[in-house]
């Protein structure tokens, strides 16, 4: 690629970032398929924005780095500027994993603008009376199947139709105690009005390393209907970019690099001025 387009495309400016082989590699992956890029991590207090890149130089994967913002995480203004700051020295994309709805209010949307991409997921299920379910969490305990997916259904069409999201993470997954019935709950129906939401909104879906979700079918369904996807480990460690799943499903379905999304580092996420 010429540098011009490079950075035309990647409309950074700093020369660590746009001398950095890491998005050239990424580039050049392209071509070999679907692209190893999984933009689904998490950092943590050992698990360094350092860490990652050695991983990236080793492995080639391009990463995209997610954050919360919420009162236990970038809490604000100026701990989101901060984070941004921070990240825009290095060749990753900057993404936020929003927790819940209308969490946006509480920033400035000229900062937001600056985030390369949003990615949501519909796993705090509210269930009525004040009880949310927090699905990923191995206890969950659901006592009435039917009614659980009725407001998993209810939920995730929520967020898809209305909040602002680029990405929709950990598609399908069900709490460990029902997960045995995933083929017969996932029915065509219910798969379908969540396509068709997404679809409606262009929100990608992420193909999930850690849940093993979704599955073939729903993958062919999405591809046919002109979906894009992304890969995601929802990793805070070493498995970082490991992305067994997502490559092994992708090369069963025969994704592309057409079929992917792309964070846009122009126009980042899209959703604020
Ligand atoms: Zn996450």
Not at 125 to 131: K, Q
Not at 164 to 190: G, H, K, Q, S
Not at 204 to 220: L, Q, R, V
Request: charged share 25%.
């Amino acid at each position: 690629m010429q540098r011009r387009d490079f950075i035309k495309t990647m409309g950074i400016a700093g020369g660590a970032v746009l001398t950095s082989p890491l998005w050239n590699n990424v580039f050049a992956a392209e071509d070999k398929g679907f692209p190893l890029i999984d933009l689904h991590v998490h950092l943590t207090d050992t698990f360094t924005i350092e860490k990652v890149m050695e991983i990236a130089e080793k492995t080639k994967v391009k990463f995209g780095i997610v954050a919360h913002p919420i009162d236990w995480g970038l809490k604000d203004d100026e701990a989101l500027q901060k984070h941004i700051d921070m990240l825009r020295k290095y060749p990753v994309y900057i993404g936020l994993q929003p927790v819940g709805i209308g969490w946006y209010k509480n920033y400035s949307p000229s900062l937001l603008s600056q985030v390369d991409y949003i990615l949501m997921d519909p796993q705090m299920v509210p269930m009525g009376d004040g009880v949310t379910l927090h699905i990923w969490e191995f206890d969950t305990y659901v006592a009435d199947t039917e009614e659980f997916m009725q407001k998993y259904m209810d939920y995730a069409l929520t967020i898809l139709k209305n909040e602002p999201m680029n990405i929709f993470a950990w598609p399908l997954f069900l709490p460990v105690c029902i997960a045995r019935d995933y083929y017969t709950l996932w029915t065509e129906e219910r798969m379908q009005q969540i396509l068709t939401a997404a679809k409606a909104r262009n929100i990608a879906i992420e193909i999930n390393d850690m849940a093993h979700t979704p599955h073939d079918k729903f993958i062919y369904m999405a591809k046919e209907q002109g979906l894009k996807f992304t890969f995601g480990s929802d990793s805070r460690n070493a498995n970082a970019g490991r992305l067994d799943y997502c490559k092994t499903i992708a090369k069963k379905c025969g994704l592309k690099k057409d079929d992917f999304y792309f964070p846009d580092t122009n126009k980042h996420n899209g959703f604020f001025k």
